[in-house]
C-alpha cells in the first residue's frame, strides 16, 4: 500500500470516528432541533437506520407538530427502504390513523398496501398475507378513487389473484393425482365458484367430471345412484360450455358409462 492510500484511509477511519462521535452527541442531547436536522440529513443520505433513533426522539417529544408527523411518516418509510416491511407496514397504516388529513396520507396508505404485497409469501405457501394486501389495495382505491396510482394498484391485484388462483388450480390438481377423490370433487367446485373466469376453468371442469366418477365408483351402495346423477349433470354442465374441448372424447366416455350404471343399479329404486 502506498503512502498516498495509507493517509487516504488513516482519514477516512478519523472522519467516520468524528462522525460518529457526533451522530451520539446529537442522540444523547437535548437539541431537538439538532436531532431533526440530523434526523434528515441522515434520511437523505440513506442512513435509514441511524435516522429512526433521531425521529423517534423527536414523535415522543413533539407528537402533535409537524416535526412530529414528518418524523412518523420517516420511520415507517425508512424501515420500508430497509426491507423491513413489517415495521414499515405498522407504521404507515398507523400513520394514516393518526394523521389523516395529513398531505403524506394518501402515499402512507399506498406504502402500507405494499409492504403487505412484499409480505406475500410464494405461491406454495400460506397465502393469508396475499389476501391482506389485495384487501389493502381494494380499501386505498375506495379511499383515493382519483389517485394516479390506481393503475398500479390494479395491475399488482390482478398479479396477487393469480397467485391465489394458481395455488387453487395445483391444489385441484394434486389432489386429483393422489386419488383423493372426494377432496378433488370439493376443490374444483370451489375453484370454479372462486374463479369463474379463470383460464383454468377448462381443465378443472373436467377433473370435477372424472374425479365425481372415481368418487361415484368407490361409493357405498346406498351414495352410488345420487353421485352418478351427480356426476351426469356435471358432464352436462362441461360439454355445454366446453363443446369443443380437449377433454370431450374422455367426458363422453365417462356419461355413457355413468349412464349404463344409472340404468343397471337406480332405474329400479326410482321405480
Given at each position: ?10 482519514l477516512v ?5 468524528t462522525?460518529c ?6 442522540v444523547?442531547?437535548d437539541?431537538?432541533?439538532k ?23 423527536i ?22 427502504e430497509?426491507e ?18 395529513s398531505?403524506?396520507a ?10 403487505s ?5 410464494e ?15 381494494q ?5 383515493y ?16 389473484r393469480?397467485k ?10 394434486q389432489?386429483?393425482k ?13 375453484f ?6 379463470s ?9 370435477l ?11 357405498v351402495?346406498d ?7 351427480q ?5 352436462r ?17 365417462i ?17
Amino acid at each position: 500500500m502506498t503512502a498516498v492510500k495509507k493517509v487516504f484511509l488513516v482519514l477516512v477511519l478519523i472522519a467516520g470516528v468524528t462522525s460518529c462521535s457526533d451522530y451520539n452527541k446529537v442522540v444523547k442531547g437535548d437539541d431537538y432541533g439538532k436531532k431533526f436536522e440530523s434526523a434528515n440529513a441522515l434520511f437523505d443520505k440513506g442512513q435509514f437506520l441511524r435516522s429512526i433513533t433521531l425521529y423517534e426522539q423527536i414523535y415522543q417529544r413533539m407528537p402533535k407538530t409537524g416535526e412530529g408527523e414528518l418524523s412518523y411518516f420517516r420511520i415507517g418509510k425508512a424501515y420500508f427502504e430497509e426491507e423491513d416491511y413489517y415495521m414499515a407496514g405498522y407504521y404507515m397504516g398507523a400513520f394514516t390513523q393518526r394523521f389523516p388529513f395529513s398531505p403524506k396520507a394518501q402515499e402512507a396508505m399506498f406504502l402500507s398496501a405494499m409492504c403487505s404485497v412484499k409480505n406475500s409469501p410464494e405461491e406454495s405457501l400460506d397465502q393469508t398475507e396475499t389476501e391482506v394486501a389485495i384487501n389493502n389495495l381494494q380499501q386505498f382505491i375506495d379511499t383515493y378513487p382519483n389517485s394516479e396510482l390506481i393503475d398500479s394498484c390494479n395491475h399488482i391485484m390482478d398479479k396477487l389473484r393469480f397467485k391465489l388462483e394458481s395455488k387453487d388450480y395445483h391444489g385441484v390438481k394434486q389432489y386429483a393425482k393422489t386419488e383423493n377423490y372426494r377432496a378433488a370433487v370439493m376443490s374444483a367446485m370451489t375453484f370454479l365458484d372462486d374463479f369463474p373466469r379463470s383460464t383454468f376453468k377448462e381443465e378443472v371442469s373436467f377433473i370435477l367430471v372424472k374425479n365425481s366418477q372415481l368418487l361415484t365408483q368407490n361409493s357405498v351402495e346406498d351414495k352410488k345412484c345420487e353421485r352418478i346423477e351427480q356426476t351426469i349433470e356435471r358432464y352436462r354442465t362441461f360439454v355445454t360450455e366446453f363443446p369443443n374441448s380437449q377433454y370431450k372424447r374422455e367426458a363422453d366416455n365417462i356419461h355413457d358409462e355413468m349412464q349404463k350404471d344409472f340404468e343397471v343399479l337406480c332405474t329400479q329404486v326410482k321405480k
